[in-house]
């Protein structure tokens, strides 16, 4: 009997501790925009640097203000009423709180600009996350189709032994 | 001295390099206080100091000669020697710290384990423990330096010749496709100092400034003896080290 309740507490350990990790994992992934923006729709139109206005001059790409939204949504340029939010938000004077999908951790030294001049383009590291039709579908937190941030390192240092660019830990490191 | 990379295109390598002149140094502190607040280094406070704790990249070393009345007091700042043979290194079991392409002795805090052979086997006595968590006085850690991490307790830190500068003139000098102009790399100590007794450039570069004075009668580095062959290079009209 007492054996029976030991493995009943082990395989409820082992379960539900799978069934949690499961669980978190898909959390740290989903991430919900609080407009439902399609890359697609707007890449095919202008690009990257217009609504990533900072790319090309600081170590920040910067997310989009809402004066650089309202640029062109002023007028109902959309039929959508995911773009009607972009007017509201505009209306209340609020910038629209986008979630950053990329993240480099604090002691990395990364600067766009010098990796722009260096003739990459963005989607060298950012993969096809232009090309979303969905708001954000497949691409979570760290983007699922861009470098992941299990082994970005990793992903980094390909390009740079690749190109023969620094390896060395004080050239990105802080 | 260039070198050749990966895609056939010929690259410069630097040798970053120091020199002090102590016939200039006045032995007033700005240096040491400039680089507390470039390398956000914290406060031990009165209690940790007293006990030695107090980390510090660059310290004034007083030197005292004579006897009362005839007394000289001589000083010479002392960063970490950055020494092309290095003697912390070898002794460090988790590879946290090593010297990179450019010579410069660096510390990888993430990989430290804070046993402090490193400490113990640097000759220069340069090489700094976080014995406590970082404190400032209230207020101050507003002002903390972004370029430079702060470190967490339990790891050894020195001197980095102010690598964050020195990676930022180079990303500036390689996107506008030139190499490193001699003085673009100004480590904090040298900025400061109000007496323009130390200075900082390429070794490898013959017509640099430091390279220049490096070459100087009155250049002499410390412990010369040990062999670690140090990249801060002193001035001094006089034998400094020997009476040192």
């Known amino acids: ?174 | 001295m260039t070198q050749m990379a990966s895609d056939g295109e010929e690259r410069r390598v630097y040798r970053w390099g120091m020199v002090i002149d102590l016939d200039k140094c006045t032995g007033c502190q700005a240096c040491v206080v400039a680089c507390r607040a470039e390398n956000n280094i914290p406060f031990a406070g009165e209690e940790q100091a007293q006990m030695g704790r107090a980390i510090f990249w660059i310290r004034i070393m007083p030197v005292l000669e004579g006897e009362y009345p005839r007394v000289r007091q001589r000083f010479i700042p002392v960063p970490c020697q950055q020494c092309d043979n290095p003697p912390c290194i070898k002794v460090c079991p988790v590879g946290a710290t090593y010297k990179n392409n450019e010579g410069v002795v660096s510390q990888v805090y993430a990989r430290c384990i804070g046993c402090r052979f490193c400490t113990v086997a640097c000759p220069y006595t340069v090489r700094n423990f976080n014995w406590y968590s970082p404190q400032w006085p209230e207020g101050m850690d507003r002002y903390l330096n972004p370029d430079v991490p702060v470190r967490p307790r339990g790891v050894v830190e020195k001197c980095s010749f102010c690598s964050q500068r020195i990676r930022e003139a180079r990303m500036r000098a390689e996107e506008e496709n030139r190499p490193v102009r001699d003085g673009e790399v100004v480590p904090a100590c040298v900025q400061t100092c109000p007496a323009d007794a130390m200075f900082f450039g390429d070794l490898n570069d013959p017509d640099s400034t430091v390279s220049r004075l490096a070459r100087s009668r009155r250049a002499f580095r410390l412990q010369e003896e040990l062999g670690t062959n140090p990249k801060v290079i002193y001035l001094g009209e006089e034998d400094w080290d020997a009476k040192a």
């Open chain 1, 1 to 174: 009997m007492r054996e029976f309740a030991a493995f009943l507490l082990g395989l409820l350990i082992i379960v539900g501790g799978a069934g949690y990790a499961v669980a978190y994992a898909n959390k740290a992934e989903e991430v919900v925009q609080p407009i439902r923006f399609p890359h697609a729709k707007h890449t095919s139109l202008v690009s990257c640097q217009t609504c990533h206005t900072q790319v090309n001059d600081t170590p920040h790409a910067g997310l989009p203000k809402i004066a650089t939204c309202m640029g062109c949504h002023q007028a109902d340029v959309s039929k959508s009423p995911e773009a009607a939010k972009v007017r509201q938000y505009s209306d209340r004077g609020e910038e629209v709180p986008w979630i950053r999908l990329y993240e480099l951790a604090d002691d990395i030294s990364f600067s766009h600009r010098f990796h722009l001049k260096q003739g990459l383009d963005c989607q060298a590291c950012h993969g096809a996350i232009g090309e979303s039709t969905q708001w954000n579908t497949g691409f979570g937190k760290n983007g699922t189709n861009g470098p992941s941030g299990r082994d970005l390192m990793g992903f980094c240092l390909a390009c740079h032994q690749g190109r023969g660019a620094a390896t060395d830990c004080v050239a990105c490191h802080k």
